[in-house]
């Protein structure tokens, strides 16, 4: 059964850093997406960033350039999402997602992992 498994989240302080994991239960050359989302309750879910996995391409939300980096490890099948320099405005349930339609920041994404919860306090 195909699956995502989201992990790293945690607490931190305005300038910290964290490093989201997305572990896929499948090879990633089998997926051509993976995309990172992040959602405040009662407000619409944010496309964060997204790598195509067979050529490494990347995008990024404006609100996170230059601040967060996806990356991915095939000899593990996992997609990792690196925050730094960390605001209180990056709180959220991050997820990520595997198999996107173009555009991957968009959300059409046909497997889900669950959330990890990141919370920056100023």
């Known amino acids: 059964q195909e699956q995502l498994v989201a992990s790293g989240g945690g607490s931190v302080q305005a300038g910290g850093s964290l490093r989201l994991s997305c572990a896929a239960s499948?090879?990633?050359?089998?997926?051509?997406?993976v995309a990172w989302f992040r959602q405040v309750s009662g407000m619409e879910r944010e496309g964060v960033a997204s790598i195509y996995t067979v050529t490494g391409s990347t995008s990024y939300a404006d609100s996170v350039k230059g601040r967060f980096t996806i990356s991915q490890d095939n000899a593990k099948n996992t997609v990792y999402l690196q925050l730094n320099s960390l605001k209180p405005e990056d709180t959220a349930v991050y997820y990520c997602?595997?198999?996107?339609?173009?555009?991957?920041?968009?959300?059409?994404?046909?497997?889900w992992g669950q959330g990890t919860q990141v919370t920056v306090s100023s």
């Open positions: 499948v090879s990633t050359y089998r997926i051509n997406s």
């Open positions: 997602a595997a198999d996107c339609r173009y555009p991957p920041l968009w959300g059409q994404c046909r497997l």
